[in-house]
C-alpha cells in the first residue's frame, strides 16, 4: 500500500498524486518506488481530503520540523485537495507548511493561482532546473513545450509578492556546473535564493 504520508529527516512529506505535467530526465521515481522512510510512494488511487485526513490523525509526527507536500507528482495538480489538507494542518498543528513544486500551477489550472498558494503554505521550493527555456524544455520536458520556462518565473516573481523572504529555486546537482552557474546567476537577477539540491 502506498504512503501518504512519509518521513525524511525531521521533515514529514505529503504525497498526495502522481500526476505531474513534466517527466524531468532525472526524476527520482522513474528509478526507484520510494523515499525517505515511506514504503512505496505509487498511489492507488488519489486520496481524498478525508483520507488524508485521517492519515495525518494516526500518524507519529514525533520531532517534526515541517510538512511538505512533495511525493511521486506535482501537488498543484491536486490544488483543491492542498489548500483543504493546508488549512486543517494549520488549524490543528503547529508546523510550518513547505510547497514544492515545478512552478507551474498557472498553466495547469489555465489561471493565476499564486495567491491562493501563497495564502495555504508558509514557503515555496520552485524547480528550477535548467537556465534557459530550450534547456528546460529538454531536460524537464513539460508538456507545454518551452512556454513551461517563463509561466514558472512568471509563478515565482508573483510568489515573491506574497512570501517575499520564504521562496526559492532548486536545482538538482546533476545538471553540471556550467548549468548550475547560469541558473545561480539567474536566480539572482530576479533576487530569488538558489537551493542546489544532491540528486540522491
Known amino acids: 500500500m502506498a504512503d501518504i504520508l512519509y518521513r525524511y529527516n525531521k521533515q514529514v512529506y505529503f504525497n498526495i498524486t502522481n500526476r505531474c505535467c513534466c517527466n ?84 495547469i489550472h489555465n ?26 524544455a529538454e531536460v524537464v520536458r513539460p508538456v507545454y513545450g518551452e512556454q513551461a520556462f517563463e509561466a514558472m518565473l512568471h509563478f515565482a516573481k508573483d510568489c515573491k509578492k506574497y512570501l517575499s523572504g520564504n521562496i526559492r529555486f532548486s536545482v538538482v546537482d546533476v545538471i553540471g556546473e556550467e548549468n548550475i552557474e547560469k541558473c545561480r546567476s539567474l536566480a539572482e537577477s530576479l533576487e530569488i535564493p538558489l537551493h542546489i539540491r544532491a540528486y540522491s
Not at 495567491?115 to 514557503?123: F, M, P, Q, S
Request: one cysteine or more; charged letters at 25%; a negative charge.
Open 24 to 107: 524531468c530526465t532525472f526524476c527520482i521515481r522513474n528509478h526507484q518506488e520510494h523515499y525517505g522512510e515511506s514504503d512505496s510512494l505509487w498511489l492507488e488511487k488519489e486520496p481524498s481530503v478525508k483520507e488524508i485526513i485521517d492519515a495525518i490523525e494516526v500518524f507519529d509526527f514525533g520531532d517534526c520540523e515541517e510538512i511538505v507536500f512533495c511525493g511521486y507528482g506535482e501537488p498543484t495538480m491536486a490544488l483543491e485537495t492542498l489548500l483543504a489538507v493546508s488549512d486543517y494542518v494549520h488549524s490543528h498543528y503547529p508546523f510550518q507548511i513547505r510547497l514544492n513544486t515545478n512552478g507551474l500551477a498557472d498553466l
Open 111 to 136: 489561471r493565476s493561482t499564486v495567491k491562493e498558494i501563497c495564502n495555504a503554505v508558509d514557503c515555496i521550493s520552485i524547480s528550477l532546473n535548467m537556465p534557459d527555456a530550450k534547456s528546460y
